[in-house]
T-cell receptor, first 112, second 115 residues
Framework: NAGVTQTPKFQVLKTGQSMTLQCAQD?????MYWYRQDPGMGLRLIYY???????DKGEVPNGYNVSRLNKREFSLRLESAAPSQTSVYFC???????????FGPGTRLTVL | AQSVAQPEDQVNVAEGNPLTVKCTYS??????LFWYVQYPNRGLQFLLK??????LVKGSYGFEAEFNKSQTSFHLKKPSALVSDSALYFC?????????????FGTGTRLKVLA
């Protein structure tokens, strides 16, 4: 039982490049989330998916797209990276019964 | 709109002393309240939550939190701090009346326990 896994762990992009952050969970959770963590800003929700086939915007969705590929996987795509997207990105999943979020180890992204 | 405030960026406490990390919240309905801890270069880990019932909630590693509805607060406490408790602590809220599983996190409080 790996919990929530994220790939890659580190990434450096140039402005304008694109990339996809991958997230998978093996806990059979319905809800999945993408957050970004910036110093002094805490965690801010980018997008979430309450269940397979649905996605909703969070607090800071601009510049990002998501795909809930199936119940296990939820990916985050940056189409044209900008320096303002330099951050640590966390994926999380949530079980309806426990109402507790389980977080992945994070992806540290630098956009030059 | 929902919001969570953690008024202290950093809390310093001597090992063996009691610690408190403050959290206040604003939601339109009744809240679910959570505390998470983050160690360096790791994801967040669940500590404890308040859903209903007893206002004093006990969680992992000897931590507890008290829900105070009139003051809209959910402060994290521990009777005797350990150096290993040094980490970044986040308070979070979910509005149970919203019908969504959407969480709002505070900005975090860095706890430093001094030996």
């Amino acid at each position: 039982n790996a919990g929530v896994t994220q790939t890659p762990k580190f990434q450096v992009l140039k402005t304008g490049q694109s990339m996809t952050l991958q997230c998978a969970q093996d806990m059979n959770h319905n809800s999945m989330y993408w957050y970004r963590q910036d110093p002094g800003m805490g965690l801010r929700l980018i997008y979430y998916s309450a269940s397979e086939g649905t996605t909703d915007k969070g607090e800071v969705p601009n510049g990002y797209n998501v795909s809930r590929l199936n119940k296990r996987e939820f990916s985050l795509r940056l189409e044209s990276a900008a320096p303002s997207q330099t951050s640590v990105y966390f994926c999380a999943s949530n079980g309806l019964i426990t109402d507790t979020q389980y977080f992945g180890p994070g992806t540290r992204l630098t956009v030059l | 709109a929902q919001s969570v405030a953690q008024p202290e960026d950093q809390v310093n406490v001597a090992e063996g002393n009691p610690l408190t990390v403050k959290c206040t919240y604003s939601v339109s309905g009744n809240p679910y309240l959570f505390w998470y801890v983050q160690y360096p270069n790791r994801g967040l880990q669940f500590l404890l939550k308040y859903i209903t019932g007893d206002n004093l909630v006990k969680g992992s590693y000897g931590f507890e939190a008290e829900f105070n509805k009139s003051q809209t607060s959910f402060h994290l406490k521990k009777p005797s701090a350990l150096v290993s408790d040094s980490a970044l602590y986040f308070c979070a809220v979910r509005d149970r009346g919203s019908g969504t599983y959407k969480y709002i996190f505070g900005t975090g409080t860095r706890l430093k326990v001094l030996a």
